[in-house]
């Protein structure tokens, strides 16, 4: 371990970013393994205490750093207050929603839902932000729509795992990103908001005698507790990479958590992916490289105008250092 962290701190700041943001999509893909091994516990339980667990890490994080300087601010601010709970709600939705998907079986479907969420958020600049689409980026959107139609008609309703999942995420991202609070603060304000109902519905379990923590195993009693490690460890990575690596680089390793969780949901959990399911993916997949090429034109023309010298030059910045 202390080599591997005299390594990464020998990198350049971009070389650990592009490090850091594939550590983080990588666990992020492995997230179906995690979370089918929590079962019998039902989804509802299961993210009380990823919620519960969480507060408790980041509290601990936020208490080696001295850092509780931002919560008086925060509780006088009732506009910033009301954004945090807006995003706390909305990230709820989104774990509640993964972690149903993972554990009925639709590890596919839920990976569905984060290949499409890049062009939701397009979706949702046009909407909400005012922002205006080059024609390539309404050419993707459109062959996003008829992927979902052929879901649709494949699955015989709507995708709405992964329908979910895209717009309870891409909304969180627009939320987040206006609130603009550090990471660690972030979640920790958005986790203890949720933590008192999560609290409370633990205990209701309890009473209930319905609760499986504590008493199935004690590895799924030590999983279960983890679940807040699990949860924070990635964010704070992709915290730490998204403030070293260009935005169209971050654009490009998030397909890394959906790939792998596709192959998790096909290989290890061997869903099933017919013909006309399969059709649908590969529309959606047409529809990002259409995205992420228009991206990476777009930056390097931005790039060019910034400096006319960098015209000859190759996007290093855009994709990761081999």
């Not at 774990?95 to 596919?108: E, K, L, P, Q």
């Amino acid at each position: 371990m202390g080599v591997l962290a005299l390594t990464v701190w020998a990198m350049g700041e971009e070389r650990r970013g592009y490090l850091y943001g594939l550590t983080a999509y990588v666990l992020w893909g492995f997230f179906p393994i995690y979370f089918k091994l929590l079962q019998p516990s039902p989804p509802l339980e299961i993210l009380a205490h990823r919620i519960v667990w969480s507060v408790v890490f980041i509290s601990l994080i936020l208490a080696g750093m001295r850092n509780w300087r931002f919560l008086p601010r925060l509780v006088r601010d009732r506009k910033l207050l009301g954004g945090v709970s807006l995003a706390a709600l909305l990230i709820a939705v989104n774990w509640a929603t993964y972690i149903y998907g993972v554990n009925s079986d639709r590890v596919v479907e839920t990976a569905l839902g984060y290949f499409i969420t890049p062009l939701l958020l397009v979706v949702l600049g046009v909407t909400v932000q005012r922002e205006r689409l080059t024609v390539w980026q309404w050419t993707a959107v459109g062959i996003g729509a008829v992927a979902v139609g052929v879901l649709t008609v494949d699955y015989g309703h709507l995708p709405y795992i992964a329908l979910t999942l895209a717009a309870s995420f891409g909304s969180y991202s627009l939320v987040k990103k206006r609130l603009k609070l550090p990471p660690a603060e972030g979640l920790f304000v958005e986790s203890a908001v949720l933590a008192v109902p999560a609290l409370g519905y633990l205990v209701w379990l309890n009473v209930a005698g319905k609760a499986e923590f504590g008493h199935v195993s004690a590895g799924h009693t030590v999983l279960m507790v983890l679940s807040g490690i699990a949860t924070a460890v990635p964010l704070l990575l992709f915290a730490a990479a998204a403030n070293r690596v260009p935005l169209v680089g971050i654009g490009i390793l998030q397909y890394v958590a959906p790939i792998l969780q596709l192959a998790c949901g096909v290989l290890i959990f061997h869903e099933p992916l017919p013909g006309p399911r399969l059709a649908g993916f590969a529309l959606v997949w047409v529809a990002l490289i259409i995205f992420t090429v228009d991206g990476l034109n777009g930056a390097r023309k931005r790039r060019t105008v910034a400096d006319p010298a960098a015209a000859t030059a190759e996007p290093a910045t855009t994709l990761p250092p081999r």
